[in-house]
């Protein structure tokens, strides 16, 4: 049976709500993906925006994309990278970095909207200590499909013959999806294990309804199909499974117990770096 996962809502402030659909207890991860969050939609008025100050992260890579707005993104190796509707913006965390995500200054004094997402990979054992990187990709740069009402991004490894040119450490399967109202899609299904979010729309999976952001776990090994009864956006996400187990402890994903404690440790005295420009930051939480 395809289960369907109500994910748990974050109000940040401002009218900006975050859904979180990975990790529940149906789905404690797909594929590599460890945390799934869908951003928005929120209307910010002027002189208001996001503002995540600088926080850190291990062992894990980010991946952003956006339907609309745009963040401003910096970290402790000196990027600094505006993000756009199409773009994908990759942070590899390895043995360890800090980054901030803000409302660009120029939208933040015009007002502005965000919508988008925002997935955690978990790093494969043998690169949990790699280097942290970060890495902007164009839309334009990103492999893409119209046909019969359907658009098609494939924002990270592979799918629908198409394959991303951002580098991934696993197979991954990451793709964007836009319909028409009546269009369909069947899901890509060359891949261990796989998630469908719909973010908005009205939508049914072989003929079944589907609610709006919520998170579907189709069977392995089917090729359900995806019907728009609306104009409808969803992710279609998934890949190799997990080699092994991970522990999650706030922003921080090893598979060492003790590796996340040094994380904590490095964070109180300061050791992950600063940002430039932005000197804020959230403390370690009590927990």
């Given at each position: 049976?395809?289960?369907?996962?109500?994910?748990?809502?974050?109000?940040?402030?401002?009218?900006?709500?975050?859904?979180?659909?990975?990790?529940?207890?149906?789905?404690?991860?797909?594929?590599?993906?460890?945390?799934?969050?869908?951003?928005?939609?929120?209307?910010?008025?002027?002189?208001?925006?996001?503002?995540?100050?600088?926080?850190?992260?291990?062992?894990?890579?980010?991946?952003?994309?956006?339907?609309?707005?745009?963040?401003?993104?910096?970290?402790?190796?000196?990027?600094?990278?505006?993000?756009?509707?199409?773009?994908?913006?990759?942070?590899?965390?390895?043995?360890?970095?800090a980054h901030s995500e803000r409302t660009p200054a120029a939208e933040r004094v015009?007002?502005?909207?965000?919508?988008?997402?925002?997935?955690?990979?978990?790093?494969?054992?043998?690169?949990?200590?790699?280097?942290?990187?970060?890495?902007?990709?164009?839309?334009?740069?990103?492999?893409?499909?119209?046909?019969?009402?359907?658009?098609?991004?494939?924002?990270?490894?592979?799918?629908?013959?198409?394959?991303?040119?951002?580098?991934?450490?696993?197979?991954?399967?990451?793709?964007?999806?836009?319909?028409?109202?009546?269009?369909?899609?069947?899901?890509?299904?060359?891949?261990?294990?796989?998630?469908?979010?719909?973010?908005?729309?009205?939508?049914?999976?072989?003929?079944?309804?589907?609610?709006?952001?919520?998170?579907?776990?189709?069977?392995?090994?089917?090729?359900?199909?995806?019907?728009?009864?609306?104009?409808?956006?969803?992710?279609?996400?998934?890949?190799?499974?997990?080699?092994?187990?991970?522990?999650?402890?706030?922003?921080?994903?090893?598979?060492?117990?003790?590796?996340?404690?040094?994380?904590?440790?490095?964070?109180?005295?300061?050791?992950?770096?600063?940002?430039?420009?932005?000197?804020?930051?959230?403390?370690?939480?009590?927990?």
């Open positions: 049976m395809t289960t369907i996962v109500e994910p748990r809502v974050h109000d940040l402030g401002n009218g900006f709500l975050v859904r979180r659909a990975v990790p529940t207890l149906q789905a404690r991860s797909v594929g590599p993906f460890v945390f799934v969050d869908h951003m928005g939609p929120v209307v910010f008025e002027r002189g208001h925006g996001m503002d995540v100050r600088p926080h850190p992260h291990i062992g894990l890579a980010t991946v952003t994309f956006l339907w609309d707005g745009a963040i401003h993104h910096r970290d402790t190796l000196g990027s600094d990278q505006v993000i756009r509707p199409g773009d994908i913006n990759w942070m590899t965390a390895g043995r360890g970095i015009a007002g502005s909207q965000a919508h988008g997402m925002q997935t955690w990979i978990a790093l494969p054992k043998t690169h949990e200590e790699t280097a942290p990187a970060f890495f902007h990709h164009p839309a334009a740069t990103l492999p893409q499909q119209q046909r019969a009402g359907a658009w098609l991004r494939v924002l990270a490894g592979r799918a629908y013959g198409e394959e991303s040119p951002v580098q991934v450490f696993s197979d991954t399967l990451n793709v964007a999806i836009d319909l028409a109202p009546d269009a369909e899609l069947a899901l890509d299904d060359g891949h261990a294990e796989r998630a469908l979010y719909i973010l908005e729309g009205e939508a049914q999976l072989d003929g079944r309804d589907i609610p709006a952001r919520h998170l579907v776990l189709p069977d392995r090994g089917t090729r359900p199909v995806l019907r728009a009864l609306t104009p409808l956006k969803a992710m279609l996400l998934g890949g190799e499974p997990l080699d092994g187990h991970r522990h999650l402890w706030w922003n921080f994903v090893s598979s060492s117990k003790e590796r996340i404690e040094q994380a904590k440790q490095d964070w109180l005295e300061g050791r992950f770096g600063s940002i430039e420009g932005d000197p804020e930051f959230i403390p370690l939480p009590q927990r």
